[in-house]
């Protein structure tokens, strides 16, 4: 169990439809990632928040936001949704206390899976 | 620049055999390169990781080779066992910039 928690853990909707997938990170950890993970893609990073503000944007699409809390929980929102949306979503995160010049290690979540029909 | 390519897509070796997974990337100012693996329906969980100081890194039955002058890195696990069936993604990093993440690496350990 990495400590990072995500809802749902499942989630099948229709096209067109807008959807919220929620992460809780580790106890401590300041920086959320989101990767969407479908068979054919591999591991695409959508986007970091660190300590409630954006940080890195990767291949987010612009139908897709997503925000950091002052709890530091994260959400990710997808809307006009298409079949090619369907994935696996994962969050991470990691510590990123801003005093090693070194990349964390990041540690994800369980994932949600997106079913779009 | 921010690629890294990994091979082989999927490999099948017998119990105890050494699957060993490459990657190579071209990006020369990363210094972090982590490996994760994968069970189905489970989220990545890093398993090893060294920075471009070292050459070689064990942690238990894996080992990661770092070659820098090439720009490839590769897991070698020893004593591979039915357990070890996952997909293993390499990745790699600069600083706090994104992490890249390779395409993936299937692996079957046959017993």
């Known amino acids: 169990d990495s400590g990072v928690t995500q809802t749902p853990k499942h989630l099948i909707t229709a096209t067109g439809q807008r959807v919220t997938l929620r992460c809780s990170p580790r106890s401590g950890d300041l920086s959320v990632y989101w990767y969407q993970q479908s068979l054919d893609q591999g591991l695409q990073f959508l986007i970091q928040y660190y300590n409630g503000e954006e940080r890195a944007k990767g291949n987010i699409l612009e139908r897709f936001s997503a925000q950091q809390f002052p709890d530091l929980h994260s959400e990710l929102n997808l809307s006009s949704l298409e079949l090619g949306d369907s994935a696996l979503y994962f969050c991470a995160s990691s510590p990123d206390k801003g005093t090693s010049r070194y990349t964390d290690t990041q540690y994800f979540g369980p994932g949600t899976r997106l079913t779009v029909l | 620049q921010q690629q890294v390519k990994q091979s082989p897509q999927s490999l099948i070796v017998q119990k105890g055999g050494i699957p060993i997974i490459n990657c190579a990337y071209e990006?020369?100012?990363?210094?972090?390169f982590p490996w994760y693996q994968q069970f189905p329906g489970k989220g990545p969980a890093l398993l090893i990781a060294?920075?471009?100081?070292?050459s070689e890194k064990k942690e238990g039955r894996f080992t990661i080779s770092f070659n820098k002058s090439a720009k490839q890195f590769s897991l070698h696990i020893m004593d591979s066992q039915p357990g070890d069936s996952a997909t293993y993604f390499c990745a790699a990093s600069k600083g706090y910039q994104k992490v890249t993440f390779g395409t993936g690496t299937k692996l079957q350990v046959i017993p």
């Open positions: 060294i920075r471009p100081d070292v």
């Open positions: 990006n020369t100012a990363f210094d972090y």
